[in-house]
């Protein structure tokens, strides 16, 4: 694999959406976006949208894809996810998690479960096979992002009350908690793994994003750069280099050896929801309250 140029380029920058962006997901040769106006919608390589979803009510607030399945998921403020065929968009599946709302979804990497954080604070471990789902009760506020490492080992799901609980997925069973220095209890409002499947990356309400080690009782780094709430983060093909998203409106590239911001970029005019780094072309997606999607390259 080429080394990442940590200098991004902007190459597309359009409006996506009549209202704001919540998510974006690269899969197969495409990109997909989740908006506030209820649809979904399918752009290819020339950012042409090539296909919209209405079939969702409220929001769009999270997109999952699992590449062994060549399967996606939605969840919206509807409190439904459909899982779909990402050749020809056809429902595979619809989870019902009413009235428990649902937020965030991540597919375990082999497709067969996903998981999906809740308003009452709990992890669903939804089957693909069954249709059922387990609760996994976290003793926790809102639970507001999840996200599986690489090998699927490990969950970790971050809530609204400043805390980042670890979930072992061979037994579903919560086995360690993190909490951020903040002095308040700011929100956590995503996580990722790095490639390395113990260390993972937490956006704070409090500006800044913590690097943890799941084998280290608390944090072992932080990003410092942006002026208000850190939004999103994703880790990249480089296990150095981490991007990070705010309500700021700014994007930031990270070395995380040194811990510094390597470069900010400045093309949404809203906070930034959402990044989508994809390895295979080292491009990444953004999306933003303002209604656009910006692609940036990184080759």
């Given at each position: 694999m080429e080394p990442?140029?940590?200098?991004?380029?902007?190459?597309?920058?359009?409006?996506?959406?009549?209202?704001?962006?919540?998510?974006?997901?690269?899969?197969?040769?495409t990109l997909s976006t989740g908006s506030?106006?209820?649809?979904?919608?399918?752009?290819?390589?020339?950012?042409?949208?090539?296909?919209?979803?209405?079939?969702?009510?409220?929001?769009?607030?999270?997109?999952?894809?699992?590449?062994?399945?060549?399967?996606?998921?939605?969840?919206?403020?509807?409190?439904?996810?459909?899982?779909?065929?990402a050749e020809n968009y056809a429902i595979k599946k619809i989870f019902n998690a009413y009235p428990v709302e649902t937020w965030s979804i991540a597919f375990h990497p082999d497709g067969e479960l996903l998981a999906s954080s809740s308003k009452l604070g709990n992890v669903?471990?939804?089957?693909?096979?069954?249709?059922?789902?387990?609760?996994?009760?976290?003793?926790?506020?809102f639970s507001m992002c999840v996200r599986y490492n690489q090998d699927g080992s490990l969950i970790a799901a971050s809530s609204a009350n400043n805390s980042i609980s670890i979930i072992d997925t061979t037994r579903n069973t919560k086995v360690k908690n993190f909490k951020t220095p903040a002095s308040n209890d700011h929100a956590i409002r995503q996580v990722k793994f790095?490639?390395?499947?113990?260390?993972?990356?937490?956006?704070?309400?409090?500006?800044?994003?913590?690097?943890?080690?799941?084998?280290?009782?608390?944090?072992i780094g932080v990003l410092t750069g942006h002026s208000s709430w850190a939004l999103c983060v994703d880790s990249t093909s480089d296990i150095n280099f981490v991007i990070t998203g705010s309500s700021d409106s700014?994007?930031?590239?990270?070395?995380?050896?040194?811990?510094?911001?390597?470069?900010?970029?400045?093309?949404?005019?809203?906070?930034?929801?959402?990044?989508?780094?994809?390895?295979?072309?080292?491009?990444?997606?953004?999306?933003?309250?303002?209604?656009?999607?910006?692609?940036?390259?990184?080759?």
């Open positions: 990442l140029n940590l200098q991004g380029k902007i190459d597309n920058s359009f409006e996506a959406h009549s209202d704001s962006v919540w998510s974006v997901c690269w899969f197969s040769d506030i106006d209820e649809t979904v919608k399918i752009w290819n390589k020339e950012w042409k949208n090539i296909e919209t979803l209405e079939d969702h009510s409220w929001g769009v607030v999270s997109i999952a894809y699992n590449q062994k399945t060549n399967s996606f998921a939605v969840s919206s403020i509807d409190s439904k996810i459909k899982v779909r065929s669903n471990i939804w089957s693909l096979a069954t249709g059922k789902y387990e609760p996994i009760n976290l003793n926790s506020t790095n490639q390395n499947i113990n260390t993972f990356f937490a956006a704070s309400d409090d500006s800044n994003v913590y690097i943890f080690d799941v084998r280290q009782e608390s944090h700014k994007i930031k590239t990270w070395d995380t050896r040194t811990q510094k911001s390597i470069e900010t970029i400045e093309i949404h005019k809203d906070q930034v929801w959402d990044l989508a780094f994809d390895p295979i072309t080292s491009k990444l997606a953004s999306c933003s309250d303002d209604g656009t999607v910006a692609i940036h390259s990184f080759k």
